[in-house]
């Protein structure tokens, strides 16, 4: 029952382009609602521009949640250090350009300290990842409103050129998300590490009689988790001024960020999945969002759509890639 | 005269409260097939995971190319070439083939995964295993079957260069057709100067495979051959008695009675035009190659996987189950090939492992321990009869012996008190001893009226325990046969080699 298959399964598995099918029909709903209300501006490349622009902290995050997912574990404290990276970085760099580069460094620091911890948890007390980081996340908050009235301050205008700045027409802050995205897919494909953590994602305690430092590779990724997380911060203090700290929960990076990387084929178990079809969770998300924006439907529709789209994915997942049993 | 890849040297160990080894001597020369028999729980494990890093020793000596070692870590013992294939594969089954083979030190260029070199490696290590096993390196593992994950399992061990490579029950999981590329290529490796450490319950190959023979008994070697001598020879060492009454007497003919299930033309998308009939007292072994659709068949009468044509009928009713539930009520029980992944609750208790059908067809209102089948105290007492063996009843389940598992598998059934039951790999991983112990009970369950429908890959088994065997291949009946039968007809009827008459 268990071990043999029946026949070879077919060389094309369509759950692996999914993701790709799904991208295609999202788009394909927002050109034909863009189309039948003769909104064609809403079609041009600035448009598009425009839609990956709405989701660039998502995306951002979601790059870091792949690399925990895809190790076997998962992030749920994102959104706070989202927010706590957006109050730190306004409240040290308090309008002075001098100080941007030590409040970035600051955060990037914060970051790594956070996903170091959560790292720890998880590997040498063997804490259970959903609640290592939804600690962690209660940590952050807790924190947050303690220190919250004595944290002020806004970012210099200089440092807004992360969220509004443009280089050959393209805003820097979708390069970044782009460089970032061939670099977590170089990683990936081409590094040790990026085997080691398909592997150790795949199935630990194989990864470990095969030699490879599991405690490691599960940490780098929470330490890669919570870099993208506080990058993510960093880009929102830059977007709107000064952080709150409600942006990050605000905005439900932790869930949407699991949620995008799950509807691009990731499997939550680790082991399987990329960062591509990360991108196509993020660019999914955003086209909802225009979508329901053009369509003039308003927000709560919108939520429900997610929800659809979510559980419809991960069903798709589960039923296709059921083992034919013999 | 050559010396030895590994020697073993009065290897000592305990574990709190047991005596696992007891200075036991081993040692494996380069170009030989080593043969490890010994039941369950007999100290093979033990004595392999020494070797392999996984336990230290708390006396005695390994002794590798000569050289006295102490590996605290697999990764060592990995490293000075000796690999361990377990029966549970330590493959991943998203990765390719080269992937897994090349798990953790993939080959790199300017600090980047090579896959072309990983690729070109791989195949060159598949390659060993002759055409007929073609394994293209990027094919993902899932995708392959389980004979063909064992040979990449073997693959890694050889392109890792390995000197000793020690094989646990290798054949546990395949059939006859896969079992022979497996020795061919345990040919290939002995020729190519590898020494295998080959363990297993099978006489047949151990006759076929070994050079030499060690057996071991409660943590000591209760024999050991520098040939290979009579199987009775062996198993007498192993069990420490003879097995003249391994299998239980066939059931003589006023035993079987009245037509219990019968199959008329039946078929689903993996079985096509199934027709036979199983009678009350009999044990029907179902025998073919994996795949062929007994497990399929298994599955269709118990409603898990329905037909989708045809007639069945159960003591005259109709019985084309559409689920499970519909089918136990009406009198059929399984018992899964995958005891700890489809038979058991391995964190309840051996009583709650017992009641667990019970509950699952007694109202949800109803009390847990005292079902309309079975109550709790009913069910210790059937556990008692069965003769399983545990502290408690109220202990977890998975600190059971296989053995004693199934057994709770069929108190299970039993308080249903069904008309057919049907065994799938009723003694998968089960040592000799609690085997006859199951052939037994089967049998007795045989003299008390049910029907019982065996679907096995071990063919000497299916030879010994059944009554009439039916042979399946690529999802028919393809022959019939009564017991007495060689075991080569069978094969042939399997594999479809040469017509065979029905």
């Known amino acids: 029952m268990n071990t043999a298959t029946l026949t070879k399964r077919p060389a094309w598995r369509m759950e692996r382009y999914a993701p790709a099918l799904l991208l295609a029909a999202a788009l394909a709903i927002y050109i034909a609602i863009a189309l039948s209300l003769g909104h064609t501006r809403f079609l041009t490349p600035e448009a598009a521009v425009s839609i990956l622009n709405r989701s660039i902290a998502l995306g951002i995050t979601a790059v870091g949640q792949t690399f925990a997912i895809l190790v076997g574990s998962i992030d749920l404290s994102v959104a706070h250090l989202i927010s706590a990276s957006a109050v730190v970085s306004s409240a040290i760099m308090n309008g002075d350009p001098a ?30 990842p959903l609640i290592a980081t939804l600690g962690m996340a209660l940590i952050i908050q807790g924190c947050l409103a303690s220190f919250h009235g004595r944290f002020g301050g806004s970012v210099p205008d200089a440092f807004q050129y992360f969220a509004y700045g443009e280089v050959l027409g393209l805003p820097v802050s979708l390069i970044v998300l782009a460089l970032l995205v061939l670099a977590a897919w170089a990683v990936l494909r081409f590094t040790r590490f990026g085997s080691n953590i398909y592997s150790v994602g795949g199935n630990r305690d194989t990864a470990r009689a095969a030699g490879i430092k599991t405690a490691r590779v599960v940490m780098a990724s929470h330490i890669i988790c919570s870099l993208c997380a506080s990058l993510a911060g960093l880009y929102l203090a830059s977007r709107l001024k000064s952080g709150s700290p409600w942006i990050g929960t605000e905005g439900a990076y932790d869930l949407e960020s699991i949620a995008v990387v799950v509807i691009g084929g990731t499997i939550l178990s680790g082991g399987k999945g990329g960062i591509w079809g990360t991108v196509a969770g993020v660019i999914i998300f955003s086209l909802i969002d225009s979508i329901f924006n053009l369509a003039g439907v308003d927000a709560f529709a919108k939520q429900v759509m997610r929800g659809i789209i979510i559980v419809a994915a991960v069903a798709f997942y589960a039923v296709r890639s059921k083992r034919i049993v013999a | 005269m050559i010396s030895p890849a590994i020697e073993m040297r009065g290897i000592t160990k305990s574990f709190p409260g047991v005596k696992a080894l007891k200075s036991v001597s081993f040692s494996a020369y380069p170009g030989e097939v080593h043969a490890l028999a010994g039941e369950n729980g007999a100290g093979k494990s033990t004595l392999m995971k020494i070797l392999s890093g996984v336990y230290r020793l708390d006396g005695g000596a390994v002794v590798v190319g000569g050289e006295e070692r102490h590996f605290s870590h697999p990764l060592e013992a990995i490293r000075a070439g000796i690999a361990v294939i377990y029966q549970e594969f330590s493959l991943l089954p998203e990765r ?389 039968v060689s075991e080569a007809d069978v094969m042939l009827a399997a594999t479809g080699e040469e017509a065979v008459a029905a």
């Open chain 1, 99 to 128: 100080m941007m580069v030590p409040a970035v460094l600051a955060v990037l620091l914060m970051g790594a300290v956070v996903g170091t911890l959560n790292g720890l948890l998880i590997t040498k007390l063997e804490v259970n």
């Open chain 2, 96 to 484: 390719t083939v080269a992937q897994n083979i090349f798990l953790g030190r993939e080959p790199t260029r300017l600090g980047l995964i090579d896959h072309k070199a990983m690729n070109a490696e791989a195949r060159r290590v598949l390659a060993l295993f002759g055409s007929a096993h073609r394994i293209e390196p990027d094919t993902v593992v899932a995708d392959l079957d389980v004979a063909s994950q064992q040979l990449v399992e073997i693959a890694k061990a050889v392109s890792l260069d390995a000197k000793v490579i020690v094989m646990d029950e290798p054949t546990a999981a395949l059939n006859e057709a896969e079992c022979e590329v497996l020795f061919g290529l345990v040919d290939t490796l002995k020729k190519r100067g590898v020494a295998i450490v080959y363990i297993t319950h099978r006489m047949r190959e151990i006759t076929r495979l070994a050079d030499r023979v060690t057996v071991l008994k409660d943590g000591e070697t209760a024999a050991s051959f520098d040939h290979v001598p009579e199987p009775d020879t062996i198993v007498r060492a192993m069990v420490g008695r003879d097995i003249g009454d391994f299998y239980a007497a066939p059931a003589t003919p006023q035993e079987i009675g009245e037509v219990v299930l019968s199959v008329r033309h039946a078929g689903n998308e993996r079985l096509k035009d199934i027709s036979f009939e199983l009678r009350a007292g009999e044990i029907v072994g179902f025998a073919g190659l994996q795949g062929a659709g007994r497990v399929a068949l298994a599955q269709a009468i118990f409603g898990f996987a329905p037909f989708t044509e045809g007639e069945v009928e159960l003591a005259g009713k109709p019985a084309r189950f559409t689920n499970p539930r519909d089918a136990i009520r009406a009198g059929i029980g399984l018992l899964p090939g995958d005891r700890k992944a489809e038979g058991l609750v391995l964190m309840q208790s051996v009583s709650d492992n017992g009641l667990l059908t019970a509950r699952a067809l007694s109202g949800l209102a109803g009390k847990a321990d005292a079902t309309p089948f079975a109550s709790a105290e009913e069910m210790d007492k059937l556990l008692h009869e069965l003769d399983v063996r545990a502290g408690s009843f109220s202990q977890e389940i998975k600190a059971l012996s296989g053995g004693n598992q199934q057994k709770a598998i069929v108190a299970r059934w039993l308080a249903l008190a069904p008309r057919l039951l049907i065994f799938i790999e009723p003694t998968r991983g089960i040592d000799v001893n609690a085997k006859a112990g199951i052939y037994h009970l089967m049998r007795d369950l045989a003299r008390k009226g049910t029907a019982i429908m065996m679907v096995s890959s071990d063919l000497p088994e299916v030879l010994g325990a059944a009554d009439r065997i039916l042979v399946m291949r690529a999802g028919e009946l393809v022959a019939a046969f009564p017991r007495g």
